[in-house]
């Protein structure tokens, strides 16, 4: 079954009290809160529990434990509204709701399988509590065949509640703008009318097509959707790498490649590799879940090597950019969030350049807008200059756009060497040469 959304782009209307439900919503990070707020936007009750105290505690308070642009407006409007409860208590949360969403960490466990202990115990910790008839939604990316093994465990079997597959496809820096208008939203389900509930009681007002389909489909959509992106972001790499070596200019060439309509202009921009809490951890449950049907998945193997092969490349760039030796160099570092808009640096490429740097020998300055970390031999500065002072090589590791306004001419005086490595190809490479710097970016070709 497959029904389209409302086509006229428009940002959806607020549910009418009609059609108000009371929903809990399990984990407030960056997915389980942008999933309250966004329900409440549709004017749903929603009860969110979180067994983070401090977290908590900053929610009640009415600080943002992330940091998601549009986000905070959306919990006070919930707030203040009488819409949203914070709960320590899971059990306590799903009390009464007819919709209870899972949104925990499914982190990478042995051999990049998905460690889903962290779900299962809060499942079974609630099962007792979810009312009779009520929808269970794993939001949380799990291994294929998730949903089918959680309806099937003693604590739920037999109940009257539903287990329903509604992956995640939010991006950090825009995921309340992707909440509320998405491209789809995949449902897996073999019962209809618990797809129903969520297709048109839960999400109504909300633009984009349904795609109701079988929970293993919609489990696999996640990690199909993961696994190109990444593929993505490897090719291009790939191809980035190769325009250096024979001389032609990458941002030129994947440009011309974008305009083909059946490759489209997404996801081309060379840079240090893919990072971030999705792509890495999917790619390895990816890889670890065809090992173990007996399918060597070869290409997305390639595609983690290729990543991996582009840190190193970047951390080559410096190292030759001071002198041939990170040993002592003081490398002034732009950015630590794995992409720019958000304050996540769960495995950042720039966290990574810094952590590698530092294991060379080099002592590393970073300053970025949003993200903090602390490291040994590396400290954080108040801004892009501070990160400039006395650095051997400056590089550039997130996309900030706001380092595009910093005076290259104060960079170059505050630098003790006069390399700019720009990992993100982020600045014009014009004006930091007329400032008297050198530019490398990723793609340039030397001929
Ligand atoms: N972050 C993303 O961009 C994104 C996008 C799509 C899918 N996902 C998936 O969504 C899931 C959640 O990701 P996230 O980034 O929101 O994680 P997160 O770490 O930001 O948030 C998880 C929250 O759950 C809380 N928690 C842990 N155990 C709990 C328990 N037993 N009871 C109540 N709360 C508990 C944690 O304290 C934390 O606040 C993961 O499976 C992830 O792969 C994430």
Aim: glycine content about 12%; aromatic content about 4%.
């Amino acid at each position: 079954m497959s029904r389209p959304g409302p086509d006229d782009g428009e940002a959806p209307a607020r549910a009418s009290s009609s059609h108000r439900m009371r929903i809990a919503v399990i984990g407030a990070g960056y997915v389980g809160l942008v999933q309250a707020g966004g329900l409440v936007r549709l004017g749903h009750e929603v009860r969110l529990g979180e067994r983070d105290e401090a977290r908590l505690d900053a929610l009640r308070a009415g600080r943002m434990p992330v940091y998601e642009p549009g986000l905070a407006a959306l919990i006070s409007e919930g707030r203040a509204a009488g819409r949203l409860s914070f709960h320590a208590s899971n059990r306590e949360a799903v009390s009464g709701t007819s919709v209870v969403f899972i949104a925990l960490p499914t982190p990478s466990g042995e051999g990049g399988a998905v460690d889903t202990s962290i779900l299962d115990r809060a499942i079974a910790d609630v099962a007792a509590s979810l009312p009779a008839g009520s929808v269970l939604v794993i939001k949380s990316t799990v291994p294929v065949g998730t949903a089918r093994r959680i309806s099937q465990i003693p604590a739920i079997e037999g109940r009257d509640v539903r287990v329903v597959s509604n992956p995640e496809f939010l991006r950090e820096g825009s995921a309340v703008e992707d909440f509320l208008n998405p491209d789809r939203v995949v449902i897996g389900s073999t019962d209809l009318q618990a797809a129903e509930l969520l297709a048109s009681g839960v999400y109504g007002d909300l633009p984009g097509e349904r795609l109701v389909v079988d929970p293993a489909s919609s489990e696999m959509i996640k990690y199909a959707a993961n696994a190109y992106l990444a593929t993505r972001v490897s090719f291009v790499n790939s191809i980035a790498n190769l325009c250096e070596e024979v001389g032609a200019d990458a941002a030129t060439v994947l440009g011309g490649m974008g305009r083909d309509h059946r490759i489209g202009s997404h996801y081309l921009a060379p840079g240090p590799g893919y990072g971030g809490s999705c792509l890495p951890k999917d790619t390895r449950a990816l890889r670890a879940m065809a090992e173990r049907h007996g399918y060597d998945f070869r290409l997305l193997r390639a595609v983690m090597e290729v990543n991996d092969e582009q840190r190193r490349r970047i951390v080559a760039k410096v190292a030759s950019a001071a002198g041939g030796t990170l040993s002592g160099a003081t490398v002034g570092l732009w950015g630590l969030a794995f992409k720019a808009g958000t304050d996540d640096v769960r495995e950042s490429p720039a966290a990574d350049l810094a952590g590698r740097l530092t294991a060379a020998g080099a002592s590393v300055r970073a300053y970025d807008p949003r993200a903090v970390l602390s490291m040994p031999g590396m400290e954080m500065v108040p801004d892009p200059l501070a990160a400039a002072d006395g650095a051997d090589v400056l590089l550039v590791a997130t996309e900030w756009r706001r380092f595009r306004q910093v005076d290259p001419v104060e960079v170059k005086e505050a630098m003790r060497g006069s390399v700019v490595v720009d990992a993100r190809n982020l600045l014009d490479a014009e004006v930091v040469r007329a400032a008297g710097l050198s530019y490398r970016g990723v793609g340039t070709g030397r001929a």
